[in-house]
């Protein structure tokens, strides 16, 4: 597939985990700011209530899309997420999450999360930008900016023959770059709060300044309350909805590094 060419801006974001209320929340945002290109980098169901509308707004919306471990196995009806984690509980959890998302999300949506890229380009000025969801290696890596080293994302540039890398998955978003630009990007996830102690989600806006690709992190306040009265309608745990409303996880969190767990709480 080729490369899309935005002339001075791109948005991107992932996560969407059923949130169609901060996805609204974030189109309407990028278009304000004047993306030349929005891009999802997967996982549009999990976690939150009635997937079908954010797939719906997904579709809607024409973006460019890279396909999540989350769509993969809702798309071919897999028996799991594969969401990478390896805690017992985080994976009960994670069950409870991906029988509800598989059960309410209708057959079109799922011939359209099956029939996604798992990589796209786009193009920036004179910068390439690899889009994925967890990275070039694998679909559900986790990549926390604790652990990842400056060397590991130059030679992941070098491999994908790409600038910047930008992924999504652990929720969290972050940024490394290297002296001569070449970075990874994580784009962070809309569909829950980052564990930073706030209701707001994040997404990530790129703007080329003169030879410069420049990063904001963007944070989106939403109706996370209405999220809230979803999810405790439609049976899902409370932990879920304690997630979304104090802005700390409740669950996934045996998966994180130290530094990452404990950010902002003291």
Known sequence: MQPVIAERRVALFGGAYSNWRALDAVLLDAR????DAV???GDAGGFGAHPDRTIERLREAQLITVQGNYDDSVGNSREDCACGYTDPRDNRFAQISYDYTLANTSDESRRWLS???ISRQVILGRHRIGLYHGSPRRTNEFLWESTTPLGFIRSLCLQEDVDLIACT??????ER???????LINVGAIGRPANDGRTSVWYTFLELQGDRVVTEFVPIEYDWRGLVEDMAAEGLPREFAETIA???WTTCLEILPSRERFRGRF
């Open 169 to 174: 998955h652990t929720g969290i978003p972050w």
């Open 115 to 117: 029939g996604l890229s």
């Open 177 to 183: 770059r290297l002296p001569d630009g070449k970075g």
């Open 246 to 248: 104090t802005g700390w």
């Open 39 to 41: 891009a999802f980098l």
């Open 32 to 35: 304000r700011r004047g993306a």
